[in-house]
Nanobody, 115 residues
């Protein structure tokens, strides 16, 4: 059984910063990739950023230059540093991990950016 536990969401003013964390635990042999997705009210879940085991990262155009994804392989943890936050970044952020080629999801953490 694999669990992903997210933390770090909250309420922040526009222009502010937040750092999300997601720790994977359980029967983990190898994590192929980890990433963050988000879902705003009334919208589909969308990719924010992903990072491969080799630490190559890819970002959605809307967050490039503002968000940074990183991972600590020793801790099976992925982070999302979010700077220069905008109201349109408001969403539930979900952690994703591909472990032994299966997709796992966290429970989600709410991020609200006020004007």
């Amino acid at each position: 059984q694999v669990q992903l536990v997210e933390s770090g969401g909250g309420l922040v003013q526009a222009g502010g910063s937040l750092r999300l964390s997601c720790a994977a635990s359980g029967s983990i042999f190898r994590i192929n990739g980890m990433g963050w997705y988000r879902q705003a009210p009334g919208k589909q879940r969308e990719l924010v950023a992903i990072i491969a085991s080799g630490e190559d990262a890819n970002y959605a155009d809307s967050v490039k230059g503002r968000f940074t994804i990183s991972r600590d392989n020793a801790k099976n943890t992925v982070y999302l540093q979010m700077n220069s936050l905008k109201p349109e970044d408001t969403a539930v952020y979900y952690c994703n991990a591909v472990i032994m080629y299966k997709n796992y999801w966290g429970q989600g953490t709410q991020v609200v950016v006020s004007t």
